[in-house]
């Protein structure tokens, strides 16, 4: 959790036992007390095949806002150094990371930096795998919000957004990509889970699972007939990349006058 105490975004992590008794010292385990600041965009935290914890979140301690990861053991041991792993440098806004651990017990990362999307992935022992500067998803418009999936041994499919027009209300599409373990694309194009816009700029991070078979579903409500009344609509992708749900996906409730939300 962020611990507000000294006036500062202090990082604290506390572990349980089966009765819900700390097992670590009572004002949990400081991992960061470096500068943040005076507000937050987003965080995330796993858990790795060695039970160990895996956690990135975003602060000012460089004066840019940068994504660092911590991976700290099931014993309270900070394995990638006291200050964790930096993933970003430079004046870009770096913001939302989300994360994920391959079967292969690898982490990798993503999140936004302005206008493009950036992964890394981390070897257990805290080598960067993909260059120091990771891997960018640009183009002429901006890319957002990314979310991770691990998939095979050692793979993850990315879903993102593309925007265009103004960021207040930007017409908003929905893609995936799924990376090999080297960091290649393994489809020979990106997954349209939906184009049909309507998504606003508050709706963000998606419900986003495995079918079993290593392709995934995703759920979503958007307004894209305009008529202000939001729609849930629900998208299978298979394993190859496959739109198996028609295109721009299933619409799951034709309740008339009704907003149907998250």
Same mark, same amino acid.
């Given at each position: 959790?962020? #611990?507000?105490?000294?006036?500062?975004?202090?990082?604290?992590?506390?572990?349980?036992?089966?009765?819900?008794?700390?097992?670590?010292?009572?004002?949990?385990?400081?991992?960061?007390?470096?500068?943040?600041?005076?507000?937050?965009?987003?965080?995330?935290?796993?858990?790795?095949?060695?039970?160990?914890?895996?956690? &990135? @979140?975003?602060?000012?301690?460089? *004066?840019?806002? !940068?994504?660092?990861?911590?991976?700290?053991?099931?014993?309270?041991? @900070?394995?990638?150094?006291?200050?964790?792993?930096?993933?970003?440098?430079?004046?870009?806004? !770096?913001?939302?990371?989300?994360?994920?651990?391959?079967?292969?017990?690898?982490?990798?990362?993503?999140?936004?930096?302005?206008?493009?999307?950036?992964?890394?992935?981390?070897?257990?022992?805290?080598?960067?795998?993909?260059?120091?500067?990771?891997?960018?998803?640009?183009?002429?418009?901006?890319?957002?919000?990314?979310?991770?999936?691990?998939?095979?041994?050692?793979?993850?499919?990315?879903?993102?957004?593309?925007?265009?027009?103004?960021?207040?209300?930007?017409?908003?599409?929905?893609?995936?990509?799924?990376?090999?373990?080297? *960091?290649?694309?393994?489809?020979?194009?990106?997954?349209?889970?939906?184009?049909?816009?309507?998504?606003?700029?508050?709706?963000?991070? @998606?419900?986003?699972?495995?079918?079993?078979?290593?392709?995934?579903?995703?759920?979503?409500? !958007?307004?894209?007939?305009?008529?202000?009344? #939001?729609?849930? @609509?629900?998208?299978?992708?298979?394993?190859?990349?496959?739109?198996?749900?028609?295109?721009?996906? &299933?619409?799951?409730? &034709?309740?008339?006058?009704?907003?149907?939300?998250?």
């Amino acid at each position: 959790w962020f #611990s507000n105490e000294s006036g500062n975004y202090n990082v604290r992590l506390q572990k349980l036992d089966l009765l819900g008794n700390p097992l670590w010292e009572e004002e949990g385990l400081m991992v960061s007390d470096n500068p943040a600041m005076t507000w937050l965009t987003d965080w995330d935290m796993t858990v790795d095949l060695e039970d160990g914890v895996v956690l &990135t @979140f975003q602060d000012i301690r460089n *004066g840019d806002n !940068d994504v660092f990861a911590y991976k700290i053991s099931a014993e309270g041991e @900070f394995i990638w150094g006291e200050d964790g792993i930096e993933l970003s440098t430079g004046p870009a806004f !770096d913001a939302a990371p989300k994360i994920c651990i391959t079967a292969s017990n690898n982490t990798i990362i993503t999140w936004q930096a302005d206008e493009v999307v950036i992964l890394q992935k981390i070897s257990p022992g805290g080598d960067k795998l993909w260059g120091d500067n990771g891997i960018t998803l640009s183009g002429s418009n901006t890319f957002s919000w990314p979310q991770l999936l691990p998939v095979g041994l050692d793979d993850v499919i990315l879903k993102y957004f593309e925007d265009s027009g103004v960021i207040w209300a930007p017409t908003r599409h929905v893609y995936a990509r799924r990376y090999d373990a080297d *960091g290649n694309p393994a489809w020979a194009d990106d997954a349209i889970i939906s184009n049909a816009g309507g998504i606003s700029a508050w709706t963000q991070v @998606f419900p986003f699972i495995n079918d079993g078979e290593d392709g995934f579903f995703i759920a979503w409500h !958007d307004d894209r007939d305009g008529d202000n009344h #939001s729609s849930t @609509f629900v998208q299978h992708i298979s394993a190859d990349g496959e739109v198996l749900l028609g295109d721009n996906g &299933t619409e799951a409730s &034709t309740q008339f006058n009704r907003h149907n939300f998250y």
